[in-house]
């Protein structure tokens, strides 16, 4: 069976520090890999995505980028943390047709 | 592009009765269409999807529609109960954009015991 790993779970981080965010899939191949951010109270913002190794597509303008080095490994980085990054990060796959995407468990980062 | 508005933005009723969330999207190209419920610090899971060449679609206690003219699609949750509390997130999907999907910004459902 299919499963998605997300970590850290939690994470504080002052502010201009940098960040890494790991999320691996396991039990398939070549999936859509995603990361999304939630406010507050708020949806889900997507951030990137991508569709193989090495593409990534950017949704919004940021401070953040991304990664795919390997087929099921998707990461978020900053180089330097501002206070409006803070929020909880969700990295999600699916597969290549129109499908439900499965989230991972979710990073709470506070910028402080 | 695509976008998305879910009404309410919170809904409290008590266990027993019915909910019901409401969704529009714009993208008449959209064609899949799933809920996702997400409890309190965890990732959306999804709940129940519908695809556009379907007008209803249940399971037990969660209904969907679909009504592709307006462009609106409905979740329907009869006899609530409290484990039923939580955030719930309408999403519209066009095939053509590598299957990512459009997310609505979420309803909190609290059912009282």
């Known amino acids: 069976s299919q499963t998605i790993h997300q970590w850290p779970a939690t994470l504080v981080q002052p502010v201009g520090s940098p960040l890494s965010l790991e999320c691996t899939v396991e039990g398939t191949s070549n999936p859509n890999l995603y990361w999304y951010r939630q406010a507050a109270g708020r949806g889900l913002q997507l951030l990137f995505y991508s569709v193989g190794i090495g593409q990534i597509s950017s949704e919004v303008p940021q401070n953040l980028s991304a990664s795919r080095p390997q087929d099921r490994q998707f990461i978020l980085s900053s180089k330097k943390l501002l206070l409006s990054d803070s929020g909880f990060y969700l990295c999600a796959w699916n597969y290549q047709q129109n499908t439900e995407a499965f989230f991972g468990q979710g990073t709470r980062l506070t910028v402080v | 592009g695509e976008n998305v508005e879910q009404h309410p933005s919170t809904l409290s009723v008590q266990e027993g009765d019915s909910a019901v969330i409401k969704c529009t999207y714009s993208d008449s190209a959209s064609n899949y269409f799933p809920w996702y419920k997400q409890e309190l610090g965890k990732g959306p899971q999804l709940i129940i999807d519908?695809?556009?060449?379907?007008g209803e679609k249940k399971d037990q206690r969660i209904a969907v529609t679909l009504n592709k003219t307006a462009k609106h699609f409905s979740l329907h949750i009869t006899e609530t109960q409290p484990e039923d509390s939580a955030v719930y997130f309408c999403a519209a999907t066009v095939n053509t954009n590598a299957g990512k999907s459009t997310f609505g910004d979420g309803t909190t459902l609290t059912v009282k015991p």
């Open positions: 519908i695809r556009s060449n379907v």
